[in-house]
């Protein structure tokens, strides 16, 4: 068996570039090269300024630093890094369809497709090919009878090894696992195949916490972790409306739950929702897989996770209509928080984006502040909506670097990410600014009731019934 000494990675993106940055890091006898289309990507990945990496999260600079052009290489030359690869690790993109057969509910693999003919094409000799992206059941089967009818004789080992790294956490998710899932065929070549993927990992995590299992259970694992994340935050969302009109308080709740070992006390914070990349696009695909076997009813189960998510975003945005005395037609509101969740600038599906679009429906003007969100990127968000007037977006939207800016003169304030800083800002100062009464609408939970109430602002923070908002 050939030791493993040329990685490539295809996909540059939030699971790719810090994927391959730690692969690299802890095994520096092994070349990684990671690829991607986007250009721009990719010289961001190469900017001698590590502070324009194209990828937020903490920690992640440090690795890059240490490996960049030691054994660890961005670039956009496909087809080369193809070639002179052992292992082929595919990260790309696999969205929710947007067209034709499943549309709003099936994962697109035409990125994963293209990857597998560019690899058919390039490759001239054996592969190991290992499906990182989140992909439906039995894709392997797919990717296995692509590269076998076009190649040119080449052989290869299709393995998944889905990534369970969170956004904001991701080094460390990393560095230290919980654990790793490698699926592959339980013949000679794939156990060999396997172990290579294996010992890769060792190299910095305990060999007890690196699970290998079949192809299609390893598939379906990764879909069915992020169901039943995503359905503990829909669950306690649901819980904090029967808060508020119970006078119980959530966060009582979700210590009292959590302490029991059964349940386990993370993913048990209200919110205004869930967002990023991979929930909703996993459940959905979920739904879509049962649904296509004729399951409707494990379909229509995990899709309430998806309604009752929904439904927590719209029900944030009623409630700063209904308080602002049931209009926020031409009155500042202020947001502080954009991405998805803290230590991230990733933005899809951020509960923001569809708060910010039912205020903007309302006529309101929006002033955002995020620590590490770009305008143009807000801006687009609203735009890839599709349902907002594009001159109404510019006309009424404002991104400002100081959060204190955001808030003069707002009629109210909304807490969408739970960014640390929030909560130590002088909120004194933000009260003497804003018009009066100063509302605040708090999404995450964040912010110290008393002495905002002391201050004299009207509060709302989701799940709390002692708030002078209701
Ligand atoms: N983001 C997360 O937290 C996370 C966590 C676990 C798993 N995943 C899964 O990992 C996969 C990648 O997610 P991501 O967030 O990194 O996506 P991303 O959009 O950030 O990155 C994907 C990259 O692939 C590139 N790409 C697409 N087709 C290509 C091709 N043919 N050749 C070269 N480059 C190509 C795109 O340009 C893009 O930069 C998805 O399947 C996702 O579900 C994501």
């Known amino acids: 068996m050939k030791n493993i000494t040329n990685i490539c990675c295809i996909g540059a993106g939030y699971v790719g570039g810090p994927t391959m940055s730690v692969i690299a890091q802890k095994n520096p006898h092994i070349k990684v090269t990671c690829v991607d289309l986007n250009e721009a990507r990719i010289n961001a990945w190469n900017d001698d300024n590590l502070d324009n990496l194209p990828i937020y999260e903490p920690g992640l600079a440090e690795v890059v630093k240490e ?95 889905p990534e369970f790294l969170a956004e904001g956490t991701a080094i460390q998710d990393l560095q230290n696992a919980d654990r790793v899932l490698i699926g592959g065929d ?11 993927l294996v010992n890769i990992y060792a190299s910095w995590l305990p060999q007890e916490r690196i699970l290998t299992t079949n192809v299609w259970s390893s598939e379906l ?7 039943f994340l995503a359905q503990r935050v829909s669950s306690i969302n649901a819980i904090s409306e029967l808060c508020e009109v119970t006078g119980a308080d959530v966060s009582e709740v979700s210590r009292s739950i959590g302490m029991d070992s059964r349940i386990g006390s993370k993913f048990l914070k209200a919110s205004v929702g869930f967002g990023g990349s991979c929930f909703q696009k996993d459940i959905l695909n979920l739904v879509y897989i049962a ?43 202020a947001f502080l928080g954009w991405a998805f969740k803290k230590d991230t600038n990733d933005t899809r599906e951020s509960a923001a984006i569809y708060v910010a679009e039912k205020l903007l429906q309302e006529q309101a003007n929006i002033s955002i502040y995020d620590p590490k969100v770009k305008k143009e990127q807000i801006i687009t968000d609203l735009e890839n909506l599709g349902t907002l007037d594009p001159e109404a977006i510019h006309k009424r939207i404002t991104v400002v670097s100081n959060p204190y800016e955001a808030m003069k003169e707002a009629h109210a304030v909304a807490i969408l990410t739970e960014w640390d800083e929030f909560a130590a800002y002088d909120w004194q100062k933000v009260y003497d600014n804003m018009m009066k009464p100063a509302f605040i609408f708090d999404g995450r939970g964040i912010l110290d009731l008393k002495n905002l109430t002391k201050i004299g602002f009207q509060l709302f923070s989701l799940g709390k019934s002692n708030t002078a908002v209701k």
Not at 69 to 80: A, H, K, P
Not at 221 to 227: D, E, F, P, R
Request: hydrophobic share 40%.
């Open 221 to 227: 694992s990764k879909l069915v972790a992020n169901a």
């Open 186 to 196: 339980d013949t000679e070549e794939g156990r060999e195949a396997m172990q290579q």
């Open 291 to 333: 649904s296509s076997l004729g399951l409707q009813e494990v379909a229509d189960y995990w899709e309430q996770v998806i309604l009752m998510n929904d439904y927590q975003k719209h029900r944030f945005a009623r409630k700063i209509v209904k308080t602002l005395y049931n209009t926020v037609a031409d009155k500042k509101i």
């Open 67 to 161: 490996a960049r052009g030691r054994n660890l290489f961005f670039s956009t030359e496909v087809d080369e890094a193809i070639d002179k690869a052992d292992m082929i690790f595919i990260s790309v993109n696999t969205p929710t369809k947007t067209y034709g057969e499943g549309k709003g509910k099936a994962a697109d693999l035409k990125y994963i497709e293209l990857c597998a003919r560019q690899i058919a094409r390039v490759a001239k000799d054996d592969k190991i090919i290992v499906e990182k992206s989140t992909l439906p059941v039995k894709t392997a089967e797919a990717l296995k009878s692509i590269l076998h009818n076009t190649g040119n004789g080449v052989s290869y080992q299709i393995l998944s090894n």
